[in-house]
């Protein structure tokens, strides 16, 4: 069985960070602390990426993550409040974005699929979260949800995210694991 490397909101954000072409070395004499630990973050991301990428690792993206880190960029682009360069940060993650989504190595799973009812499975996931007192978002119980559906498929799947505790506690019924994408080590 093939293990697939599902992409969470987090992690996509990181490897579309408008800022991650900057070196290392500018980046050093530049940024302030809080934002130079984010721009390394995000670069550490995008090589990692890279390693699973050149290794042949199957790597995915769920539609609901491009429409969470797309939607945000597209306000701050439309909002009359942001200046010039958020702006153009704004527009370079899209781009960022659309060449993830594009990338060779990295599939796109839409939300729809001939393999099971993600809407369904989804609902059936918040059922169990909220009986449960868990803190559920719809749009991890989407990915959760397409998570199952492709283990039903025959493809085993881990969920790379920044935070993986409730992906965890939704998941551990389906035998599905969430890690944190540093701990997945190609």
């Not at 769920?62 to 969470?68: P, T």
């Not at 682009?77 to 060779?104: F, H, N, P, V, Y």
Request: glycine residues 4%.
């Amino acid at each position: 069985m093939s293990t697939l490397i599902f992409l969470d909101t987090g992690v996509v954000g990181k490897l579309i960070h408008p800022d991650v072409e900057q070196s290392k070395t500018r980046l050093a004499q530049n940024a302030k602390s809080e934002v130079k630990k984010s721009i390394l973050e995000a670069i550490e991301c995008n090589e990692w990426l890279e390693t699973l990428i050149n290794k042949e690792y199957s790597i995915a993206i769920s539609e609901i993550v491009n429409y969470e880190a797309r939607r945000e960029h597209i306000r701050r682009i439309c909002d009359r409040k942001s200046g010039l360069e958020e702006k153009q940060k704004a527009l370079k993650a899209i781009e960022r974005l659309d060449a993830l989504i594009t990338k060779k190595g990295v599939a796109y799973f839409p939300v729809t699929c001939e393999e099971g009812n993600v809407m369904q499975e989804a609902a059936e996931l918040w059922a169990f979260a909220h009986n449960n007192s868990y803190v559920a978002y719809d749009a991890d119980l989407i990915i959760a949800a397409q998570a199952v559906i492709i283990k039903r498929i025959g493809i085993d799947v881990i969920i790379a995210a920044t935070d993986t505790e409730d992906f965890n506690r939704l998941l551990q019924q389906h035998h599905i694991e969430a890690r944190r994408w540093r701990d997945i080590k190609p």
